[in-house]
């Protein structure tokens, strides 16, 4: 049986993760990253404000806490590699009227809400939040308190990206009395070589004298993103900033793979294709970086995420009350995620719902008096139990028939006959292995979570591919 109670030490030697190289090259496709399912591809304009309206009003009746994503998209420098919606410039004036638009979108946004719905989770995500000043990260957080019930303890998730070049230890000081208490730092890579060919020029000393600061002030969980696959990059050289980041023991490691699209995203066409690593100088990368960090101590968590045996993610994925949003992963499952700003996307209830992203249009709908959501989706009840599976996969890596059939009263094996025999060349190839009870992802197939949660994916199904997703590995 896949359920039989395990020690701790047992549960935590399932969390091991084996690179296959020859798997990883048979299942090499795209995918969904599944931060959502339906995934955004699938949003339609048929859901728009009133519709938007509707639903949070009627979420009012569940009472469930909230989780607030604020999107502060300036950038005081343009980073090639990013793919994220910002505005590159050097002229800090621009914030003011984006924040006043975004005060007034809080307002609107937080008479929906019931004001006994307390904020368990908050986010800043960028672009760079900390390109702001101080009296206006103050501010941002004044007008947060007027709207909506924010926890004034630790016992929440509030959290914000930093860019290390943007944020001295008295900013780091404000913003642990703000009630921040999660902080994740953009370094992507310290070699000067790729800062130089990606734009980002960024010290090591910086960085670390970041990381000492929000420790000296007690953030509780402090996390570091990096990135392979970028120019020049290679095993020896990306092993030195590994040293590093080791070295510094933050709780968290994130290591996403640079996916090259210039096409779609126009920084990137400043970079020179024949500038990047081979894909077989990526897979080296990864393999290595995977074996670095687990043996420091630290735990795959999944989607290129790492922890510490004793983070709370770590902790969340082991009891099984791991979640996945737009921010990643997450230990607040059952809140409603607002999204705030230009391009944000939100979950209420049974559905999703994305801002304008575009700035003007954004700008407008404000201006207007109308709140900037233009599309989303509503799930049908299939949505919500295919979402539920996926969810319990590449969270926890396993899944438990009888709990799926009790929350959906369905027989898992009729309703999923397709996919399961889809799963039979999986688990030939050791990626996973079923019986009768339920499904265990396998350590090879951790890496490839994404190809077996598609196996349950009726949109892919539907379009026999994944286009506009990026590589698996």
């Known amino acids: 049986m896949l359920d039989q109670p395990q020690t701790t030490q047992a549960r935590m030697a399932d969390q091991r ?22 995934t955004a591809v699938e949003f339609n304009e048929g859901f728009d404000e009133v519709a938007y309206r509707a639903t949070c009003e009627r979420s009012n009746a569940s009472k469930r806490p909230l989780s607030l994503y604020f999107h502060i998209p300036f950038c005081d420098t343009l980073c090639f590699y990013c793919a994220c919606n910002k505005v590159a410039t050097k002229d800090r004036s621009l914030a003011q009227p984006y924040l006043e638009r975004l005060y007034r979108e809080m307002e609107m946004q937080s008479a929906l809400f019931d004001n006994d719905r307390v904020v368990e989770q908050l986010h800043w995500g960028g672009g760079t939040p900390t390109f702001i000043s101080q009296q206006q990260m ?14 004034d303890d630790d016992s929440g998730e509030y959290s914000i990206e930093i860019d290390p070049r943007e ?13 921040f208490n999660r902080m994740s730092l953009g370094v992507q890579d310290f070699d000067p070589k790729v800062q130089k060919a990606v734009n980002r020029i960024q010290t090591e000393a910086e960085t670390m004298a970041v990381l000492e600061a929000a420790r000296k002030v007690g953030f509780g969980s402090i996390s570091i993103d990096l990135i392979y696959g970028l120019p020049f990059q290679d095993p020896e050289e990306f092993s030195r900033t590994l040293d590093k980041v080791i070295e510094a023991e933050p709780e968290r490691v994130s290591v996403f793979n640079y996916a090259h699209l210039p096409s779609r995203f126009s920084p990137q066409r400043r970079i020179k294709d024949e500038d990047l690593p081979p894909p077989q100088v990526k897979l080296d990368i990864l393999q290595m970086t995977i074996e670095r960090l687990t043996d420091a ?32 992963y997450s230990t607040h499952a059952d809140a409603d995620l607002i999204g705030l700003g230009v391009t944000s996307i939100g979950k209420v209830a049974n559905t999703y719902g994305q801002n304008q992203r575009e700035m003007d249009a954004y700008n407008a709908a404000i201006d207007a008096g109308r709140l900037a959501v233009f599309r989303g989706i509503e799930l049908n009840r299939d949505d919500e139990l295919r979402r539920d599976v996926i969810t319990r996969l590449i969270c926890n890596f396993k899944l438990d028939y009888a709990e799926v059939e009790r929350a959906w009263d369905i027989k898992f094996a009729e309703y999923f006959a397709t996919g399961l ?34 196996v ?16 698996v590995i």
């Open 297 to 328: 101590g630290w735990l795959y968590i999944g989607m290129d995420h790492f922890a510490r045996p004793d983070d709370e993610l770590a902790l969340a994925q082991r009891n099984g009350t791991l979640y996945r949003n737009f921010q990643g």
């Open 17 to 38: 993760t084996v690179f296959d190289l020859d798997l990883i090259k048979r299942y090499d496709q795209s995918g969904p990253r599944y931060t959502s399912y339906p």
């Open 138 to 151: 103050r501010e941002l957080m004044e007008q947060t308190r007027k709207s909506f019930r924010l926890l």
């Open 167 to 179: 944020a001295g230890g008295d900013t780091v000081q404000l913003l642990r009395e703000l009630g």
């Open 456 to 471: 349950f994916d009726a949109y892919r199904e539907a379009t026999q591919g994944a286009g506009g997703f990026s590589k």
């Open 421 to 454: 025999a889809r799963l039979q060349g999986m688990e030939a190839d050791g990626l996973l292995e079923t019986d009768a009870s339920g499904i265990r992802v396998l350590p090879k197939g951790r890496l490839l979570i994404r190809n077996i949660c598609m």
